[in-house]
């Protein structure tokens, strides 16, 4: 931060030193010196201070750098004090066995700690100088932590050595432990001898005390150890037992096995006087159970079946679990021999191979008769249920004769196909049925075949009924299937015969249909020659083969016939008269097409002769007639052409009968045989008879060429007249002429004012053309000068014709202008009605979106169709007042118009007609949808609702298989829900294209509504029959495990449920203990199947299994707890008794070692001094009696609290342990005070 200030005062300098360069050229030499000065001082101490922030930045780098190492080195050493206290942590619990390791590992850690001194005490030094220059907040952080870091490396040291000196003293002690173990374990397998003597007994007492005696500096130092062990906090382990060892507990396990061991040896001498008794309670047991046995095994040999039938084997095999109830009951015995002889080897082994020996014999005998008895129980039980099985098996196999015996017995006669195919796939199922149930006959074969060989084995029994009954069973189901496999073929037979008698039938009718219809139609229409004939001798080419195939089809009717015993099928035979009638038919047309091909050939031959006879003689005049077409040359030469000209035309006249008898001919042809080829000859004479007529045209084109010529002159004099007249009179019969519009009859209106008008030039024209003709009527012939007057004459007659009939046609365009605008004024009112109509029912035809507006639309256009029916009169008035115009002016368009306009009104009345019935058919068809969704979605509710029934899977079994029965008969209906669905669905797409689009999503969205729930009530159906499925199955699986478990928990109970059972000696305390840990373990090893079964219980939604489960688990959880509280119990006997011995061996060791030092005190040698010495020992031993008399108590109390929990013969020997102790410290006693008494007296 200082650098940069300083950077930012640079330019301010630099400012500075600019304007001292321009201060120096304006100032005197004094000022000059002056500020030469000033700037050199302000430079100077810009240096100075430049120089001391770089050197100051030195200097903090530095320091920061030193603090920064000092931080790193002491996280570093603080990383490593985790470190060590992280492996340290490691080894807070360690095996015995791992103890060595440890004093390696702590060796080297301690190494290690020894190594970081040097580093530790420089860190001490640099902390303290640190400490002098760094603040109050930073000194107190770093105090803080470098106090954490003290501590923490002390606590290392202190527990590195801790555990250094607990792994020490925890290796030696483990070296004298076991010694001490193999010395222990040495003098018990002497005990355990069976050759070992009373002194040898003594012997070993006396050693036993000399190990405790070694025990003692360990004993003393077992505190201080133990505080050590928390101390160092560290704990070791067994790896075995995962036992936490202790120097006090080890120490006082010691001191236990040499309990053990004293007692063991005080025990082997109560036993070898137990041992004459127990041989001979042994001999005599051993003798009463042998002749049980053999009774028994009398017994079973003479064991027989009352009976040869499965009642007398069922008695049998009751007889024989009677037997090995009565066996059972020397069970007690067995064991109790098996017991004394235990008790007798345990106690002598120098017996046991005599004892054994007659164990074994026992045993064998047992293991004999025991075996006996299963093999007879398993061979009388095993024929049992397999005659059962057979049942079962026979049973099955009859339901299935059952089933197929319907199809067995039926009548094998048929009418139709149908029937022949139904029993077919009756046969099929009856013998798929056979064949799948194939293996229930193989298996009761089996099963009878093994049973008949399992009744040889069975003394005095008879199995000859069995086997009939399963010969017969045999037979039966062989019959079945011959006479399934016979229906069969003969049903396959006649189904391949109707096939083929169909399929004949059917190609044989198809090409007599198709030969009648083709020759039915030549007959009828006569087309084409060619085609007739192609069509006839199609006929007589195919005949002979279908008459083959009815052949073949009469034979295949004939097997048909045989194949249904002989019975005759109606409907074939009718179909085979059907067809031989058809045959007749089609024989019978090809007869009458012949005779007609006949006669046409010949008529046509005929014709086409004398069609080619008039054309060669048309063709000579032809050539004669173009001679005289010729208007040249002279008078004269005109005329004789004009002669020759009306001769040759007289000649064609005379022709004209003859061409129109070949024209009537060829259209009579023509029309008897419409075909191609009498086409072709009407054709023929039709262009005969216009070349006729064209040749009759042009004669009279030549004569009327040759006349004109002649006229030429005169005509050309009429000419201008008559050319006026001919314009005045086509303009006056155009006018005259009606047709046209309204404007029309106006143009022509003004036209015939106009000609009125013009008649003054008209008359000018007529005086001229009568001077003309009077002036050449001399030269002209009088037939022409006739015809030229007869011309003039009509030409004056027009003339007088023309001005009336301006004046008329003037009247009647008046007239029909009055009525053209009567009739406008009445076709644009009802034009525009028209067009509104025709808008409306357009805007209104629109399509609609639902059933309410589709009756609106309805309504509307039953009214606009009556409005439209209510308008037809005016409608016909106008065409009517139409066509009078189109009569009156000739002019069709008007008509034609209003015939259009009419016409428009009935597109329209039949458009509204029709709109009406598509309304009526819409809403029909939406009223139709709506029924159909409505059906389909009530059926669907109905169905969710009895599903939603079966959804809930709570309940016990029954009401799951009635839950199942009701979806599977919801299954069996779902058919019915299918085709109201598809019922709805194809009525609702019917609906779309006569409904409007929001319709048609309306629409669309109610069937994917209904289709969506139609699939989710599939899924759901599926999901629940599944589910239901499922649940029955974790029924039955649940059923049988917890019918299981809940036999183990009752047999169990009945074990468990008994008191312990008290024993005499603490070996049978502690064998029974073992023995209940035992049966504890098997119990809680069952806690795995217990879950299971819960589990599969909770995925049971019943209260019922619910209820089961928790009784169950209940049971089980208590019987858990009664086994734990035998074992509890069991090792509180135990326990008493060990303590009961540990008493009692303590308190006989005292009188024992009272007694030794008394023997010493009693000697009566040696002096005064030395009796006085003796006596005063006496009586510090006398001065301990209190602490032997509350030893015995002890053993008193103990003895008394252990003999409730201990047998009548233990109880027996611990009153005599307590006896004999009593007697032994009333010897101990007595011989003290005797002592006493004795060296008093020897002193004075």
Not at 832 to 845: I, N
Request: with cysteine.
């Amino acid at each position: 931060a200082l650098q940069e200030e300083v950077r930012s005062q640079q330019p301010q300098l630099n400012a500075l030193t600019r304007q001292y360069e321009q201060l120096q050229a304006h100032a005197s030499p004094e000022g000059q010196a002056v500020l030469k000065s000033k700037q050199d001082a302000v430079r100077g101490n810009w240096q100075d201070i430049n120089e001391a922030v770089v050197e100051r930045q030195r200097t903090l780098t530095a320091a920061l750098q030193h603090r920064r190492d000092f931080y790193s080195r002491l996280g570093d050493t603080e990383k490593w004090v985790k470190k060590i206290q992280r492996k340290l942590d490691s080894g807070n619990e360690i095996y015995s066995d791992e103890v060595a390791d440890t004093q390696a590992k702590l060796k080297a850690m301690r190494d290690e700690c020894e190594s970081q001194d040097g580093n530790f005490q420089a860190l001490q030094q640099e902390f303290k100088e640190l400490m002098a220059v760094c603040s109050p907040e930073e000194a107190a952080v770093l105090s803080d932590r470098f106090d954490k870091l003290v501590g923490g490396y002390t606590a290392v040291e202190d527990l590195i050595g801790s555990r250094a000196q607990l792994c020490d003293k925890w290796a030696d002690f483990s070296d004298s432990q076991r010694d001490l173990q193999a010395k222990i374990k040495t003098l018990q397998a002497r005990l355990a001898s069976p050759d070992i003597r009373e002194d040898e007994v003594a012997q070993i007492v006396k050693e036993i005390e000399g190990l405790r005696a070694s025990m003692a500096p360990w004993s003393n130092d077992a505190p201080a150890l133990d505080d050590l062990m928390a101390q160092a906090h560290m704990s070791i382990k067994d790896r075995a037992t995962q036992r936490t060892l202790h120097f006090g507990s080890e120490l006082q396990a010691l001191e236990s096995a040499c309990d053990q061991a004293s007692n063991s040896a005080r025990q082997k001498d109560a036993q070898l006087g137990e041992l004459n008794q127990l041989t001979a309670q042994f001999g005599e047991r051993k003798d009463d159970l042998v002749r049980g046995l053999v009774s028994v095994q009398d017994r079973l040999l003479a064991a027989r079946a009352g009976k040869s039938d499965l009642q007398g084997l069922k008695d049998l095999v009751r007889e024989i679990e009677d037997i090995r109830d009565d066996m059972y009951t020397h069970n007690p015995e067995y064991e109790q021999l098996r017991e004394l002889g235990r008790q007798i080897m345990n106690s002598d082994p120098s017996k046991a191979a005599a004892i054994q020996q007659q164990l074994g014999q026992v045993s064998a005998a047992w293991e004999e008769v025991q075996g006996l008895l299963a093999d007879k129980h398993q061979q009388f039980s095993g024929v049992t249920n397999m005659w059962a099985q057979y049942n079962d098996a026979k049973q099955g196999v009859m339901r299935v004769m059952e089933d197929v015996s319907p199809v067995v017995d039926q009548d094998m006669t048929f009418s139709n196909q149908g029937d022949v195919k139904k029993s077919l796939d009756q046969h099929k199922n009856a013998e798929f049925e056979l064949h799948a149930n194939q293996t229930q006959l193989d298996h009761m074969n089996n099963k009878g075949v093994q049973l008949l060989e399992d009744l040889k084995n069975i003394p005095d029994f008879d199995s000859s009924g069995m086997e009939s009954d399963l010969d017969e069973v045999n037979l039966k189901w062989e019959t079945a299937n011959s006479v399934i496999d016979q229906h069969k073929e003969n049903l396959e037979a006649q189904l391949a015969c109707w096939d083929q008698v169909q399929s004949g039938e059917e190609e044989v009718s198809a090409w007599l249909n198709s030969m009648l219809n083709k020759l039915d139609d030549s007959v009828k229409h006569f087309d084409d020659a060619v085609s007739v004939e192609s069509r006839l001798n199609k006929f007589k080419d195919e005949a002979p083969y279908f008459e083959d195939v009815m052949s073949e089809v009469n034979q295949k009717l004939t097997d048909l016939q045989q194949l249904n015993q002989d019975r005759d099928v109606p409907a074939l035979s009718g179909a085979q008269s059907e067809i031989k009638e058809k045959f007749q038919k089609a024989a019978k047309l090809a007869t009458m097409l012949n005779s007609m091909m006949s006669t046409f050939t010949d008529e046509q031959q005929g014709l086409q002769q004398a069609m080619n006879d008039e054309t060669e003689w048309m063709n000579k005049l032809k050539e004669a007639l173009a001679k005289c077409d010729d208007a040249s040359g002279s008078t004269e030469e005109l005329i004789a052409r004009y002669e020759a000209a009306k001769s040759l035309h007289a000649e064609l006249a005379s022709h004209q009968r003859q061409i129109a008898s070949i024209q009537d001919r060829a259209a009579a042809l023509h029309s008897k045989y419409p075909s191609s080829e009498t086409a072709s000859l009407a054709k023929d004479a039709t262009v005969l008879t216009k070349k006729y007529e064209s040749l009759l045209q042009r004669a009279d084109r030549v004569e009327d060429s040759l006349l004109g010529q002649l006229e030429t002159q005169c005509q050309d004099a009429q000419h201008s007249q008559h050319r006026w007249l001919a314009a005045a009179r086509e303009k006056v019969g155009w006018c005259g002429d009606m047709a046209g519009d309204r404007y029309s009859v106006e143009a022509k209106l003004a036209t015939v004012k106009d000609l009125e008008g013009s008649l003054q030039e008209g008359e000018l024209k007529r005086q001229d053309a009568t001077n003309r003709l009077d002036a050449i009527r001399a030269i002209l012939p009088k037939a022409k000068q006739a015809e030229l007057e007869a011309n003039r004459k009509t030409m004056e007659k027009e003339w007088q014709t023309l001005v009336t009939s301006i004046q008329q046609t003037q009247s009647k365009l008046e007239n029909s202008m009055d009525q053209w605008q009567k009739y406008d004024s009445r076709y644009d009112t009802l034009s525009q009605w028209l067009k509104d109509s025709e808008a409306q029912v357009r805007s209104e035809a629109a399509l609609k979106p639902d059933l309410a507006s589709k009756k609106e639309q309805l309504d509307l256009f039953k009214a606009l169709n009556k409005s439209i029916q209510d308008h037809r009169p005016e409608f016909e008035n106008l065409r009517d007042a139409a066509q009078q115009i189109s009569q009156s002016s000739g002019d069709s368009r008007t008509a034609s118009y209003a015939g259009q306009l009419f016409n428009r009104y009935q597109a329209l009345a039949t458009a509204a007609k029709e709109q009406l019935e598509r309304c009526n058919n819409n809403i029909s068809d939406h009223e139709h949808y709506t029924t159909a969704h409505r059906a389909a979605h009530d059926w669907m509710e109905a169905a969710t609702r009895e599903l939603d029934h079966c959804d809930n899977l709570v309940g016990d079994e029954d009401s799951l298989n009635t839950k199942l029965a009701l979806v599977k008969d919801l299954v069996a209906h779902k058919e019915e829900g299918s085709c109201l669905f598809n019922t709805a669905l194809e009525a609702g797409e019917k609906l779309y294209p006569n409904t409007s689009n929001e319709g048609r999503e309306a629409i669309r969205h109610e069937l994917r509504s209904l289709r969506d729930s139609w699939e989710g009530f599939n899924d759901t159906l599926s999901d629940t029959q599944r589910q239901l499925d499922s649940s029955r199955m974790q029924w039955q699986s649940f059923d049988d495990s917890f019918d299981q478990l809940s036999k183990w928990v009752a047999g169990v109970e009945q074990q468990v449920g008994v008191e312990p059972e008290l024993k005499a000696t603490l070996q049978e305390k502690k064998a029974l203990l073992q023995n209940y840990k035992t049966r504890c373990q098997d119990i809680l090893s069952h806690q795995t199947m217990i879950d299971s079964i819960s589990d599969k219980g909770t995925a049971l939604p019943s209260t019922q299994v619910q209820n089961k489960i928790r009784q169950l688990n209940a049971k089980y959880n208590q019987l858990c707890s009664d086994a734990q509280a035998s074992v509890k119990k069991a090792e509180d006997y135990v326990e008493e008794h060990q303590a009961y011995q540990d008493c009692q061996q303590q308190a006989r060791d005292w009188m024992h070692a009272t007694m030794d030092k008394v023997a010493v005190c009693a000697e009566g040698g040696g002096d005064k001094q030395a009796l006085q010495n003796r006596l005063d020992r006496l009586q510090d031993i006398m001065g301990t009696l209190n602490e032997g008399e509350a030893k015995v108590s002890s053993t008193h109390r103990q003895g008394e609290k252990t003999m409730p929990h201990t047998s009548g013969q233990g109880q027996a020997n611990i009153r005599r342990e307590l006896d004999s102790l009593n007697g032994d410290w009333d010897n101990l006693i007595t011989r003290m005070n005797d002592t006493q008494q004795g060296l008093i007296q020897a002193i004075q």
